[in-house]
């Protein structure tokens, strides 16, 4: 998915409502269900929520919490973020659809417990139309502290939730990885294959594993070099700056959205692209731009799903399996050789040919979730 949002200027006017000390703008955006601008001024409050299309299921996704340079920044961030969810739930089939909130902050300090708590506040308020989980700048323990005020939150360090979806994400993406391997060379097998991670956070650490004892020569990056130390026996460790530039089988983006653009392009040296991050492209046209440099893009909202589909597990009436989840997220292999097929057969991008599925599936309603959500880590569940 690009990272590039047409808003458009729609005459419509913003509807305003108050609940309590909350004040919930309706953001009339062109192609979405829902946006709120939801601000509390005892709280200092300022958060985005975005639903961005709900034909499959109710809007899931992250809270991301971050500093932003404007409203406008914040709003396109929210708006792309929560189009990526739609169709990363239509490709994974998990019956869910896409939604995405931001909590501005000016510091990191801001980031309180009454912050978090009056965002689940407001979640609460939503009563169900949008359900959150961890994001960028927002951990599965802060997510924990949201969830006091609100029971439509899902990926929690508790005994009946699902927890941090990282190695879900990190096994998607490694499944992801085998089968453009398997389209490059014929074969799914990482032996001997040249591996450049970008990023060493979370999802690179569980992923790293699976690469070394399939033995690949791995090369990895971080802007934070204190994530590098303990990985300099396994691989080899390069700037942040360089890691795009390095002679390679598979380029990982791990870190951040959008190092796949102008620059960045020129400089590639890899036979193909499969990673965690999401919206690796910077804009849409990016993915004709790989196409004519004969590089191989895995598009990553199908790539990176393995998180998506793990807490989509604790919404059944049977509760949280990581068995089901570990076989469906395996599916992931088989989503990403027919979607180079869709592509192959069609002289479109890969990227094209993802989001063409999953708007298939959607229009099909593949998946469509009709049972009534399940969520067990609250007492009462009705
Ligand atoms: P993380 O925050 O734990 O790790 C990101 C790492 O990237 C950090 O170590 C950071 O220092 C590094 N980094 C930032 N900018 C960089 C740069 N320019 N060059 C090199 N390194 C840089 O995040 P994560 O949970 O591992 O997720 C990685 C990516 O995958 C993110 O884009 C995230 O949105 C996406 N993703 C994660 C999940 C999940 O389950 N965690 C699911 C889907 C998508």
Redesign the pocket.
């Known amino acids: 998915m690009s990272t590039h949002i047409q808003k458009n200027n729609t005459k419509k006017k913003n509807n305003i409502k108050k609940y309590l000390d909350f004040t919930f703008e309706s953001l009339q955006i062109e192609g979405y269900e829902a946006v709120y601008k939801i601000t509390n001024e005892k709280t200092n409050l300022l958060a985005i929520i975005a639903m961005h299309d709900t034909t499959l299921g109710i809007a899931l996704g992250g809270t991301r919490i971050a500093k932003y340079k404007s409203f406008d920044d914040a709003l396109t961030d929210a708006l792309r973020l929560s189009k990526g969810m739609t169709y990363k739930a239509a490709m994974s089939e998990v019956g869910l659809g896409g939604g995405k909130s931001v909590i501005v902050i000016k510091d990191n300090k801001d980031k309180t417990e009454k912050l978090l708590k009056s965002f689940g506040e407001a979640v609460a308020i939503l009563d169900g139309k949008y359900i959150c989980s961890e994001d ?1 700048g927002c951990t599965p323990k802060e997510v924990m502290i949201i969830h006091e005020k609100t029971k439509y939150v899902v990926g929690l360090p508790h005994e009946k939730s699902s927890g941090n ?2 190695k879900f ?1 990190a096994w998607g993406v490694f499944k992801g990885i085998l089968a453009t391997l398997k389209k490059l060379y014929g074969a799914a097998s990482i032996k001997g294959k040249t591996i450049a991670i ?7 650490h569980y992923l790293i594993e699976h690469l070394f004892w399939q033995g690949a020569d791995i090369i990895i ?4 070099e204190t ?1 590098l130390k303990k990985f300099s026996n396994v691989a080899k460790i390069v700037k ?1 700056e360089d890691i795009h530039k390095q002679e390679c089988d598979i380029f990982v983006p ?4 959008g190092t796949i653009n102008d620059e960045t392009i020129k400089d590639l040296k890899c036979k193909a692209i499969c990673g ?3 919206n690796q492209l910077l804009e849409d046209r990016h993915a004709q731009v790989l196409k004519d440099k004969n590089i191989l893009y895995a598009p990553d909202f199908v790539v ?1 799903a393995g ?1 998506l589909i793990n807490v989509s597990f604790e919404l059944d009436k049977e509760g949280y399996s990581p068995i089901k989840s570990r076989n469906k997220i395996d599916n992931i292999y088989t989503s990403i050789l027919e979607i180079f097929k869709i592509a192959d057969q069609n002289d479109i991008t890969t990227n094209e040919a993802a989001i063409k599925l999953a708007q298939f599936k959607m229009k099909s309603g593949i998946g469509r979730r009709t049972d009534k959500l399940y969520f067990h880590h609250t007492k009462e569940n009705d």
């Open positions: 960028m979806p990282s994400t970008q990023g060493m956070g979370s999802v690179a990056s971080d802007i934070d994530k942040a791990a870190a951040i959205g965690a991050a999401n990176n998180g």
